[in-house]
C-alpha cells in the first residue's frame, strides 16, 4: 500500500508538466506565425486575398 501511495504522491505535478509543455508549444507556434506574416510576401498574397474578396464583379 505505501508503495502505492508514493506512486500516486510523485505523479502530482504531472498535469502541470503537461500544461507547461502544452503552453510553451502554443507559444512557439505563435511565434512562427508572427515571423511568417511578417514576411512582405506573406503580406502581399493576404492583401491581395482580402483585396479579391472584397471586389464586386
Do not use: H, K, N, P
Not at 500500500?1 to 502554443?26: F, K, P, S
Not at 511568417?36 to 502581399?44: C, F, K, N, T, W
Request: glycine share 8%; hydrophobic share 55%.
Amino acid at each position: 500500500m505505501r508503495m502505492l501511495e508514493r506512486l500516486v504522491q510523485e505523479e502530482d505535478g504531472a498535469a502541470t508538466a503537461e500544461y507547461v509543455i502544452a503552453t510553451m508549444a502554443a507559444v512557439g507556434f505563435a511565434g512562427l506565425l508572427v515571423v511568417i506574416l511578417r514576411s512582405d510576401e506573406v503580406r502581399a498574397m493576404l492583401t491581395g486575398m482580402v483585396q479579391r474578396a472584397l471586389t464586386v464583379q
